[in-house]
């Protein structure tokens, strides 16, 4: 009787909408090539402490619509340890896996890096609502959270609305501004602040001043996370202006929900193609997205990679607000 071949999954740092859909994907995949599926629960940590689940087409059911991930996701501090690290091989040679299919963002490719380094087949899937995996245009979870975003800034700006006042939204992203970006401009937000153009809180000041002198009542500014504190802006800019301001934090709710259709579709798309990695014994990459194609990159090249900040997305807000200086609420 043939050995069955098995493929190691992993979802790695924060979970993404659109991990599960991922997964059930892999498993699909993988049952109908004959593989088996071992599932490490709770990211590389469960890697280190051989904490496993065989995942079978009845574990999946219903798992493809669902935000989270159902084998837990996070961040391992033992990982960081080389001699710790070294763990890996051994549980990896245990299960003796095919390869291992890693969900996750920027740090989970370095951390992919470090396993192959130690001899570890890997194939990276980027998933991670901040959008920061450089090599890939778009990341699985990126569009459910700017989805998420617009949905609570339009309702949070209607409120604001109704009592006249400033509204400040602190989105997520880490160190990457396409959150903000992207929210504010389709929430008609008045200002955008994200670290790939640096400004000041004066100048966001003199901005929502500038608004409310031409007529707008309840300005929006949507702020990209550790920049500064909300609340102490909120308060700084209301003794300025005299005008009533609140600040508001996402937080979670951004990473919360079903995947949008685009977030299923490039699931799907990714995780049939990493299992063809598996099988054909490429690894070492990460699945990507460029150009509306799926393709290939390597961990040396992924690690590298900069940042293509989108200047078209920035200089179209810039343009409209140029013109638009009344906002209808």
Request: include cysteine; charge should be positive.
């Amino acid at each position: 009787m043939a050995k069955t071949k098995r493929i190691g999954i992993i979802a790695s740092g924060g979970d993404a909408q659109g991990m599960n859909a991922c997964m059930k994907t892999i498993v699909t995949m993988a049952d109908r090539k004959g593989m088996e599926v071992v599932a490490f629960l709770g990211g590389y940590q469960g890697l280190l402490d051989d904490d496993t689940k065989v995942l079978t087409l009845k574990d999946v059911e219903r798992s493809f619509n669902l935000g989270g991930s159902i084998i837990l996701s996070g961040r391992s501090k033992d990982f960081m340890d080389i001699e710790k690290r070294k763990k890996a091989k051994v549980v990896y040679d245990k299960h003796k896996l095919e390869g291992i299919i890693v969900l996750g963002g920027d740090g989970s490719i370095r951390g992919a890096k470090d396993l192959e380094d130690l001899g570890l087949n890997v194939v990276v899937i980027p998933c991670t609502i901040d959008n920061d995996v450089f090599c890939s245009e778009r990341s699985i979870g990126f569009d459910t959270a700017v989805n998420n975003a617009v949905g609570a800034i339009d309702n949070i700006q209607q409120t604001m609305s109704a009592n006249g006042r400033v509204l400040i939204i602190e989105v997520m992203g880490r160190y990457c501004g396409d959150i903000a970006l992207y929210s504010g401009l389709c929430s008609e937000s008045d200002i955008i602040m994200i670290p790939e153009k640096k400004q000041t809180v004066e100048k966001i000041i003199r901005e929502v001043k500038k608004q409310l002198s031409v007529g707008n009542a309840s300005p929006t500014v949507v702020i990209a996370e550790h920049q500064f504190d909300v609340q102490e802006v909120a308060k700084q800019m209301e003794n300025i202006l005299q005008k009533e301001c609140r600040a508001v934090v996402l937080g979670y709710i951004q990473r919360g929900g079903s995947p949008t259709v685009q977030d299923r579709l490039l699931a799907v798309r990714t995780a049939v193609r990493s299992v063809e990695c598996v099988l054909n014994n490429e690894f070492g990459v990460v699945v990507t997205l460029n150009k509306d194609k799926i393709k290939l990159v390597n961990f040396k090249k992924a690690v590298k990679s900069r940042r293509k900040f989108r200047e078209d997305i920035w200089n179209t807000f810039v343009d409209l607000k140029k013109y638009v200086t009344v906002k209808v609420k």
